[in-house]
């Protein structure tokens, strides 16, 4: 059911690639709530993915940009507002990559220019984007800017390696520049710490299935998924939320806030009796 949360108002989604892209959801959620809207993402996902399908959809123009340019994301705000007609009034940063993780390369094993590149396609592109916006006084008072993390920025995940250096480092800009952006433009900039969630880029790590049931048998609520996501940062870019900024917001099912579960229990358990009785494990382990 649409609310018309978003009629109105106008915006840049980065990140979409193809259906099951938690940016690809926003996108549809969000025009769904009478937004309008550009999808920008690289030239590369652009040629493997499916965005034209979605840009068809939501009647969206698509702006080829490298987030990491400041030139490039200088040439997609500015496109934005001249196809959109205006301000901005939201923008979406749902933009990650690891080539450390994609090579199983361990954290202790870093390859530093992996690393580097990481760092700034998942965090310093956040920065840029809301760098260039406020000298092109590019968002409307009141506008929200969103950004995807995780909760791996205060927890330590196996696997989730230099990603969660990169998560910290965008939590911590949406701090330093939400006070910059509320104090002069009233604009709100908060992060959503999502659920692990099965993505396009999400299913190529290691090990992925296992954290899901993990933080599903943990979460009193369950993961949330792609869709409630989608709600949540419709929420977010709506009139609703006006006073939240600075905040990294768990969109969990309360992961976040749990130590250990029944069901979480129950599965160790069992782990443990069948290692003691194959002989895996020695009572003195």
């Not at 009629?7 to 938690?22: N, Q, T």
């Not at 954290?107 to 965090?123: G, P």
């Not at 002069?184 to 899901?212: C, E, F, M, W, Y």
Request: charged share 25%.
């Amino acid at each position: 059911m649409a609310y018309n949360l978003l009629k109105g108002k106008r915006g840049i989604i980065f990140g979409a690639l193809d259906h099951d892209s938690i940016a690809w959801k926003v996108a549809e959620h969000a025009f769904e709530e009478g937004a309008k809207f550009t999808l920008s993402n690289t030239p590369l996902a652009l040629r493997f993915g499916e965005i034209n399908d979605l840009a068809e959809k939501t009647g969206s123009k698509i702006i080829m940009a490298d987030a990491t340019s400041v030139e490039d994301i200088e040439r997609v705000i500015k496109e934005s507002m001249e196809a959109l007609g205006g301000k901005l009034d939201f923008i979406l940063h749902s933009i990650g990559m690891s080539m450390n993780v994609r090579k199983d390369r361990a954290y202790d094993d870093l390859n530093y220019d992996f690393y580097h590149k990481t760092l700034d396609v998942s965090a310093m592109s956040f920065h840029k984007v809301l760098q260039v916006a406020r000298k092109l006084d590019a968002i409307n008072n009141w506008g929200s800017v969103v950004a995807l993390s995780y909760v791996a920025a205060q927890r330590t995940l196996f696997r989730y390696n230099d990603m969660a250096d990169a998560k910290a480092m965008l939590e911590s800009i949406a701090r330093s520049f939400g006070y910059i952006y509320g104090r002069d433009k009233k604009i709100r900039v908060n992060t959503i710490s999502q659920s692990p969630t099965i993505t396009t880029a999400g299913k190529g790590v290691k090990g992925i299935d296992n954290l899901i049931d993990f933080t599903e048998r943990m979460s009193p609520l369950g993961n949330a998924s792609a869709d409630e996501c989608a709600d949540y940062c419709v929420v977010m870019f709506s009139d609703l939320t006006k006073k939240v900024t600075m905040q990294n917001l768990f969109h969990d099912g309360g992961f976040s806030s749990m130590g250990m579960s029944y069901r979480a229990m129950q599965m160790y358990n069992k782990s443990i009796e069948a290692a003691l009785k194959d002989g895996t494990l020695d009572i003195d382990d």
